[in-house]
């Protein structure tokens, strides 16, 4: 599986960006499928997760503002990001993994692939 991200970007505080993984592969709709992501000098953290079954998840910190969707047509899935702050800034990673239980999806090394990352800067 192959996965690649696009959509990052500068956007000023308060403002909204759209993150697309597009993945290669015929069994996308198995995958449960995440979006993490890293600032300078700190962990990979996750920001929203959506189960095949389109269960969601979301951190404390993005949730009411960020939106995890997935279209199994077309093998992608989205981040809709709103209401950005200078502490969203980091690069985002999307991540695809098979049979992730609930108490792991969000965990990194729960995942077996992973997009090469985009850069989302908010300026304050």
């Known amino acids: 599986v192959q996965l690649q991200a696009s959509g990052g970007g500068l956007v000023q505080a308060g403002g909204s960006l759209r993150l697309s993984c597009a993945t290669s592969?015929?069994?996308?709709?198995?995958?449960?499928m995440a979006w993490f992501r890293q600032a300078p000098g700190k962990e990979r953290d996750i920001v929203a997760a959506?189960?095949?079954?389109?269960?969601?998840y979301y951190s404390d910190s993005v949730k009411g503002r960020f939106t995890i969707a997935r279209d199994n047509a077309k093998n992608t899935v989205h981040l809709q990001m709103n209401s950005l702050t200078p502490e969203d800034t980091a690069v985002y990673f999307c991540?695809?993994?098979?049979?992730?239980?609930?108490?792991?999806?969000?965990?990194?090394?729960?995942?077996?692939?992973w997009g090469q990352g985009a850069q989302v800067t908010v300026s304050s």
């Open positions: 959506i189960r095949w079954s389109g269960h969601t």
């Open positions: 991540a695809a993994g098979q049979r992730i239980i609930s108490s792991a999806i969000g965990a990194a090394s729960a995942y077996d692939y």
């Open positions: 592969g015929r069994t996308f709709s198995k995958y449960s």
